[in-house]
C-alpha cells in the first residue's frame, strides 16, 4: 500500500541541512534510556541513485550514526565499504565526527585505506574501503558521505565506466531493505531514470511513503519510511529479506526478459561448447550406462564429486557468464557457476538439452524482477519434453539428484523461448525416511546390551552418511563411536559393519552396531528405570527436528526445517524375568495438516516392543503450522527427556 505525500517531505534527509541543524537532530535523536537494547542508532540514512541510458548508475548514500553505548563505540570506530573491483567503484568522500559537546572533527578522507576482503572458498579479488574515525564515546554521531557505482556481479572485463554497466545493459535494478538490526529514525532512498525507461517496484511486508516527480532528466521516485525498529529474531524462522520491509526495483519487464536474456550471454559467450577431451570423459561415465535416467545421475554425480568447490580461477567472465566448460574441466574446480555449466557441457556432449539456471538458496525471490539470485543449477530437458533440475552443487557423496534441501525454493531457467519464475516442489516425506530398527536386553546388573541398524533416503541417508562423507577414512570409526557415546559415555561397540559409503550411487548406507551399555538402566527394588535407546535421539545428525526449540507456544513469522522426512523406529527390549512397563497408556497418535506421529507399545513375557513413526511433511512452514509441528516434535521428545518405568508383577 502506497501513500502519497508532499515532495518536499521525501527530500533525502541532512542533505541540505546545516552543521546546527545536524547536532540538533543528534540531539533528539534519543539516549540509550529510549533505546536500552541498541548500542547505536542510525539518525538518517539517505541513498541518491541516479540511472543512465545504459544500466549504469551513480549512487550517493549519506548517513549518519549515534553511539549510544561503549560496545556501539567500538563497532562505529570503522567505517567499512565492499566492493568488487571488476564491476564496481566506490569511495568515501567525507567522514565528519560530532561530539556530544558541540565540536565537529573532520577526518581527511585520505586516510581511506583499500583491503583485500576476507574470503573463504571464494577468492575473486573481492576488497573492501575502511576508514578509521577513531575514539568515540556515547552521545556522540558519525556523519559519511559515500559514492558507489556498478553493481554486483561481473560480465565480462571491459574499459572505463562499459565495467561497471550491469550485465544486462539497459536496465536498472536495485533490492533495498528497509529493515536493519539497530534502530534507524529515518530512511529514505530515491532513483531518477532517463527519458524512455519504465521502472516497476513494490514494497513488501509493511508499508512506506512514496512520490513520483518529473524532471528534465525524466521521473524521479521518491520513497521514505520512519522509525524503523529492529524486529524481534525467531529459532528457526525464515530469512529475514522474507519477512522484513523491503523495495525491488527493476526496469525489466518481466522474468521471461531476464530469462531470454541469460540463455543468450551464455550462448554468445559460449560456456557450454565441449572439448575433445570433454567428450572422450562424457563417454567413459557413460559407459554401460542402461538409461536415460541411469546417464543424467552418472554425469550429475561425476561433477559433484570431481569437481571441487573452490572459487580459485576467474577466467574471463563472471556473475551470470559461466565459465566455460573447458576451463572448469581444465580446473576440477570453481563455484555453483562452475560446476552447474560444467554439468551442462556434459550433458549436450552426450546428446541432451541443457540449460543453466538461476536459484536463490536460503530467501524467496519476488515477483519484481531484480536479481534475487546466489545460486546456479542445471537444467536438463528429458526426452518426454520435462525439465529436470539438477544441481551438482548440494549433492556431493548424496543419492539425490536435486537437493532436497532447496525445496519450496524459487528458481529461473534461462530457456531461449525464456521462462516465469518458478518454484521446486515439495518432497514427500517417504523420501527421506530415516529408518532404525533395534533390539536390547537388559541384564540383572542393569548392563544394557543390544544391536541395532540404520538406513535411509535422501536427505536422511545423506546426514547419516555424513558419518564417512564429512571425515577422514582415519576418523570413521571415531564418528560411529561418538553417535552411541553421545546417548551414553560408558558405551562399548562390541561390532559394528556397514556398506561402502563410497558406493552411495548404486544403495544407500546401511550401519549395524552391536553394543553393551554398563549401568544403563538404574534397578532399584522391584522396579527398573530405562530410556529406550533408540527412541532417544540416536543418530540426531538425520533428526534435527529434535533439536529444535519448542518453547514458544506461536509464531510471528514463517519458520524452517532442514527437509522433509518421516522417521520410523522399531525397537524390542528384554526385560528381567517378571518386570513390565508400569505406565499404561502410553501409545499415541496424533494427526495434524503438516506432521503426523504415531507410537504404538505392544508387552508379551517380558519383552516390549516399541513402534514409533514421524512424519514432517516439508521444508518451509507457516506461522500458523507451528503448534502442530511443535506437538509432533514435543511428542518425538517423550523418551528422550523422561525414563520409563517398569516394576516387578
Not at 564515546?137 to 560480465?155: C, H, I, N, Q
Not at 519477512?243 to 525491488?248: A, D, E, G, I, N
Not at 525439465?387 to 519450496?408: A, C, G, H, K
Request: charge should be neutral; proline fraction near 5%; include cysteine.
Amino acid at each position: 500500500m502506497f501513500k502519497k505525500f508532499i515532495l518536499f517531505l521525501l527530500i533525502p534527509a541532512g542533505l541540505m541541512v546545516q552543521a546546527q541543524e545536524i547536532h540538533q537532530r543528534i540531539k533528539n535523536a534519543g539516549t540509550a534510556k529510549e533505546f536500552p537494547t541498541d548500542k547505536s542508532l542510525t539518525i538518517f540514512d539517505s541513498t541518491r541513485v541516479k540511472m543512465e541510458a545504459s544500466g549504469l548508475s551513480h549512487v550517493y548514500m549519506h548517513q549518519l550514526y549515534k553511539i549510544l553505548k561503549k560496545q556501539g563505540a567500538i563497532e562505529k570506530r570503522v567505517y567499512t565499504l565492499g566492493y568488487d573491483p571488476l564491476s564496481a567503484y566506490v569511495e568515501i568522500q567525507k567522514v565528519n565526527i560530532y561530539r556530544a559537546n558541540g565540536d565537529i572533527i573532520r577526518i581527511n578522507p585520505s586516510t581511506v585505506k583499500d583491503y583485500a576482503a576476507p574470503a573463504r572458498a571464494i577468492y575473486w579479488g573481492a576488497r573492501e574501503k575502511s576508514i578509521e574515525v577513531g575514539r568515540l564515546e556515547p552521545g556522540d554521531a558519525v556523519e559519511v558521505f559515500s559514492y558507489r557505482k556498478g553493481f554486483t556481479y561481473a560480465l565480462l572485463a571491459k574499459d572505463d565506466d562499459d565495467q561497471y554497466i550491469p550485465p544486462m545493459r539497459g536496465h536498472f535494478y536495485d533490492i533495498v531493505p528497509f529493515w536493519s538490526h539497530e534502530p534507524i529514525l529515518e530512511k529514505v532512498y530515491s532513483v531518477e531514470v532517463p527519458v524512455g525507461k519504465e521502472l516497476q517496484y513494490e514494497f513488501y511486508n509493511g508499508e512506506i511513503q512514496s512520490a513520483i516527480k518529473k524532471t528534465a532528466y525524466g521521473w524521479q521516485y521518491f520513497f521514505a519510511k520512519k522509525n524503523i525498529l529492529p524486529q524481534k529474531a525467531e529459532p528457526h524462522m525464515v530469512s529475514w529479506s522474507d519477512v522484513s520491509p523491503k523495495l525491488l526495483l527493476s526496469t525489466s519487464p518481466n522474468w521471461e526478459a531476464k530469462s531470454t536474456w541469460f540463455y543468450g550471454v551464455n550462448e554468445d559467450f559460449g560456456s557450454f561448447k565441449t572439448t575433445p577431451a570433454i567428450t572422450k570423459k562424457t563417454n567413459e561415465i557413460l559407459k554401460g550406462a542402461s538409461c536415460e535416467m541411469d546417464s543424467i545421475a552418472q554425469l550429475t554425480h561425476w561433477v559433484a564429486d570431481e569437481i571441487r568447490y573452490s572459487g580459485i580461477s576467474m577466467g574471463p567472465g563472471e556473475g551470470f557468464t559461466l565459465h566455460s566448460g573447458e576451463m572448469n574441466f581444465a580446473d576440477r574446480c570453481g563455484v555453483c557457476k562452475d560446476k552447474a555449466g560444467m554439468l551442462i557441457t556434459m550433458l549436450r556432449a552426450a546428446g541432451f538439452k541443457s540449460y543453466a539456471a538461476m536459484t536463490m538458496a536460503g530467501e524467496r525471490i519476488d515477483r519484481i524482477p531484480a536479481d534475487q539470485f546466489n545460486h546456479s543449477v542445471t537444467i536438463v530437458q528429458r526426452r518426454n519434453g520435462e525439465y529436470m533440475i539438477l544441481d551438482p552443487t548440494w549433492v556431493p557423496f548424496n543419492r539425490e539428484l536435486w537437493s532436497s534441501l532447496e525445496q519450496q525454493q524459487n528458481y529461473l531457467m534461462g530457456l531461449p523461448d525464456g521462462a516465469d519464475l518458478m518454484e521446486t516442489p515439495i518432497s514427500a516425506p517417504e523420501n527421506h525416511f530415516l529408518r532404525i530398527s533395534g533390539q536390547s536386553k537388559i541384564l540383572e546388573n542393569g548392563t544394557l546390551e543390544g544391536e541395532f541398524t540404520i538406513t535411509g533416503e535422501g536427505q536422511s541417508e545423506s546426514a547419516v552418511r555424513g558419518v564417512f562423507t564429512h571425515a577422514a577414512r582415519d576418523d570413521w570409526e571415531n564418528n560411529l563411536e561418538r553417535e552411541l557415546l553421545r546417548m551414553a559415555p560408558q558405551a562399548r561397540i562390541i561390532e559394528k559393519r556397514y556398506t561402502n559409503p563410497d558406493e552411495y550411487a548404486t544403495q544407500p548406507i546401511i550401519i549395524h552396531i552391536k553394543y553393551e551399555i554398563p549401568n544403563y538402566a538404574i534397578i532399584g527394588k522391584n522396579e527398573i528405570l530405562i530410556k529406550p535407546i533408540l527412541l532417544s535421539g540416536i543418530f540426531r545428525r538425520a533428526q534435527p527436528q529434535l533439536g529444535m526449540n519448542t518453547t514458544a507456544d506461536s509464531k510471528a513469522y514463517p519458520f524452517r526445517d532442514r527437509c522433509s522426512r518421516v522417521v520410523e523406529i522399531d525397537e524390542f527390549i528384554d526385560l528381567p524375568e517378571g518386570y513390565s512397563l508400569a505406565t499404561a497408556n502410553l501409545s499415541k497418535k496424533l494427526v495434524g495438516d503438516v506432521a503426523s506421529y504415531q507410537l504404538q507399545i505392544s508387552e508379551s513375557n517380558s519383552n516390549i516392543h516399541f513402534r514409533q513413526k514421524a512424519s514432517y511433511s516439508k521444508r518451509i512452514y507457516q506461522a500458523n503450522e507451528w503448534p502442530n509441528f511443535r506437538e509432533i516434535v514435543k511428542a518425538e521428545n517423550t523418551f528422550i527427556n523422561t525414563p520409563l518405568v517398569f516394576k516387578k508383577n
